[in-house]
């Protein structure tokens, strides 16, 4: 069993920033990727960053060059920076853990249990 714990999530005025935070534990034998998706009201669930083990990266068009993802692999936890917020980044934050268990199984769809971040205009 694996769990994520998120923290970071807040509200501020468009145009500010938040980092977000989430850490991995439990039966980890070693985690390939973690990311951030987020879902508004209406919408569907969408990727905001993921990175791989190795630091490969990836973006959703909308946070690029606004938005970090990084990890700490030994801390197993990874960041989002958030920096010129907007009204539109307003959405429940899930972080996602890609993981291989203790018993060899890859499971890819480990979530935490969400953070609302909110953006006022």
């Known amino acids: 069993q694996v769990q994520l714990v998120e923290s970071g999530g807040g509200l501020v005025q468009a145009g500010g920033s938040l980092r977000l935070s989430c850490a991995a534990s439990?039966?980890?034998?070693?985690?390939?990727?973690m990311g951030w998706y987020r879902q508004a009201p209406g919408k569907q669930r969408e990727l905001v960053a993921a990175?791989?083990?190795?630091?490969?990266?990836n973006y959703a068009d909308s946070v690029k060059g606004r938005f970090t993802i990084s990890r700490d692999n030994a801390k197993n936890t990874v960041y989002l920076q958030m920096n010129s917020l907007k009204p539109e980044d307003t959405a429940v934050y899930y972080c996602?853990?890609?993981?291989?268990?203790?018993?060899?199984?890859?499971?890819?769809?480990?979530w935490g249990q969400g953070t609302q971040v909110t953006v006022s205009s």
């Open positions: 996602n853990a890609d993981v291989t268990t203790l018993r060899g199984f890859r499971v890819n769809d480990y």
């Open positions: 439990g039966s980890i034998f070693t985690i390939n990727a």
């Open positions: 990175i791989t083990r190795g630091g490969t990266t």
